[in-house]
T-cell receptor, first 119, second 109 residues
């Protein structure tokens, strides 16, 4: 099946610094990727939709200047948390839309997640 | 997108079938029902989806009522590794997935 990887799996950074998280589709091309955030004991919240070669579409309430998304190739999307603060500490998960939309239109393949801790 | 309602939690004995209900009374005629699960500290995993007909794959079966207002995910022989949060989603046509609180399923030995 389709595999999505994320790097790093865990990262600890100091307040005020920026952190980049990579999301890769390993065995398929992903024209559309999604970024989610999950706080402890809460459900996933969609942050943005990333389309290859175009600007990301952010959900309401998500600061686009703080969470920079780049989808420069068909296999890589990156999320950069700029000027991170402790309240940005969370579990960040990416997903890629299925390469076979005619079989499963809303199937997404999820990465393993990145645990960000801002001290 | 259609609102879905699931019980917050349920226990299941290992080796027994687990039946997870989901209500989606406002679902429209062309909206699918998708099921995902999330094992602790991992990314979600697709399980199964359906539109009108019942579906079965290697992981589970999905039973959709004739009026499409509710569905049941069946894990035929639950194992300890099936302990997870299960999400029932009826995504709109923009391909976004909206995760609610889901059902926390605990499989006990």
């Amino acid at each position: 099946g389709a595999v999505v990887s994320q790097h790093p799996s865990r990262v600890i950074c100091k307040s005020g610094t920026s952190v980049k998280i990579e999301c890769r589709s390993l065995d398929f091309q992903a024209t559309t990727m999604f970024w989610y955030r999950q706080f402890p004991k809460q459900s996933l919240m969609l942050m943005a939709t990333s389309n290859e070669g175009s600007k990301a579409t952010y959900e309401q309430g998500v600061e686009k200047d703080k969470f920079l998304i780049n989808h420069a190739s068909l296999t890589l999307s990156t999320l950069t948390v700029t000027s991170a603060h402790p309240e940005d500490s969370s579990f960040y998960i990416c997903s890629a839309k299925s390469p076979l939309p005619w079989e499963a239109p809303y199937e997404q393949y999820f990465g393993p997640g990145t645990r960000l801790t801002v001290t | 997108d259609a609102k879905t309602t699931q019980p917050p939690s349920m226990d299941c004995a290992e080796g027994r079938a687990a039946n997870l209900p989901c209500n989606h009374s406002t679902i429209s005629g062309n909206e699918y029902v998708y099921w995902y699960r999330q094992i602790h500290s991992q990314g979600p995993q697709y399980i199964i989806h359906g539109l009108k007909n019942n579906e079965t794959n290697e992981m589970a079966s999905l039973i959709i009522t004739e009026d499409r207002k509710s569905s049941t995910l069946i894990l035929p022989h639950a194992t300890l590794r099936d302990t997870a949060v299960y999400y029932c989603i009826a995504p709109p046509n923009d391909y976004k997935l909206s995760f609610g609180a889901g059902t926390t399923v605990t499989v006990r030995a």
